[in-house]
């Protein structure tokens, strides 16, 4: 197994979870890092079903002054080392970040990862979170990313509900697919400072498929602001015919990283219409109401 060596003390990366107390670890030796992780006001999106942490086989990625993109991989709910296990033994303190999900030094170009989030690029492979700003030394070698320095998510998460409403009833006519118009998709992650940015200055079609009885549907998306000019527009296909609507857009005209972003479409027999959006505050981001009558 390879070592990563500041000096001859060990560096033990810990990140603890909210709910778990910091393991202590014996300084005589070098000690292989162990860790669990604290996702800041976690969403269950990725991570497990009580929303707080990574689930087994969540491969992290740590960065420093002295090392880059070394992976550590969840096993019976602690991370340990895929190949490199971190150590050092001078005394100044040194400063970590971390990010998810880990990619490998072929998918990076200094640092960065490039992606589509249409519909051939959704999945939990692009919901990236970063952790910064934890440290630890010779003294103290324990890191904890928890608290102001826990993992964030760095996308934004567009949410659909579709709500039975008049002449209408899922049980009897599933949904197949919508799509939704208007959103920018081609971007790139900085695995090392947690930046997003948007690299293709279009929108391009994302199509989301259901699977048989569902009535939900979400999008990691790159934080962007809205062109007023390119409305929102979504389709939905229910008992074989194709609804439009437009979408009411967030009151600040943008996808903030770290926001989630719900929309309540309730269908309809007759017509379609789109209530004024419903502010709320992935940390909630704002939730709109709209009526789609068929």
């Excluded at 959704?122 to 103290?140: H, M, R, V």
């Excluded at 990313?145 to 009833?169: P, Q, R, Y």
Aim: net charge negative; glycine share 8%.
């Amino acid at each position: 197994m390879k070592t990563k060596h500041f000096a001859l003390a060990v560096l033990a990366l810990s990140l603890a979870a909210c709910n778990n107390e910091n393991e202590i670890l014996n300084n005589d030796g070098p000690v292989a890092a162990q860790f669990t992780a604290d996702i800041y006001k976690a969403v269950s999106t990725r991570v497990n079903s009580e929303g707080t942490g990574f689930t087994d086989k969540d491969c992290i990625g740590i960065n420093s002054e002295d090392i880059t993109n070394v992976p550590y991989v969840r096993e019976n709910g602690q991370f340990g080392p895929k190949g490199t296990t971190i150590y050092f033994n001078d005394t100044e303190t040194k400063t970590f970040s971390a990010y998810y999900p880990y990619r490998e030094d072929s998918e990076l170009q200094n640092g960065i990862v490039s992606v589509n989030t249409d519909q051939y690029g959704q999945g939990p492979e692009i919901d990236f979170l970063f952790a910064s700003g934890a440290t630890g030394s010779t003294s103290s070698p324990t890191v904890s990313f928890t608290g102001e320095h826990a993992f964030k998510h760095c996308m934004s998460l567009v949410k659909f509900n579709f709500l039975e409403g008049e002449g209408v009833d899922f049980s009897e006519k599933i949904l197949k697919h919508c799509m939704l118009n208007g959103l920018k998709t081609v971007g790139t992650f900085n695995t090392t400072t947690g930046e997003t940015a948007l690299t293709v200055d279009y929108p391009s079609p994302i199509t989301m498929w259901f699977d048989d009885g569902a009535t939900t549907s979400q999008l990691f998306i790159f934080p962007q602001t809205l062109d007023f000019t390119t409305p929102l527009n979504l389709s939905v296909v229910y008992n074989g015919v194709e609804y439009t609507t437009t979408l009411p857009k967030p009151s600040t005209s943008k996808l903030d990283a770290g926001y989630a972003y719900t929309y309540n479409i309730t269908l309809n027999n007759k017509g379609i219409t789109v209530e004024e959006p419903e502010i709320t505050p992935w940390e909630p981001g704002e939730t709109n109401d709209v009526s789609i009558t068929l």
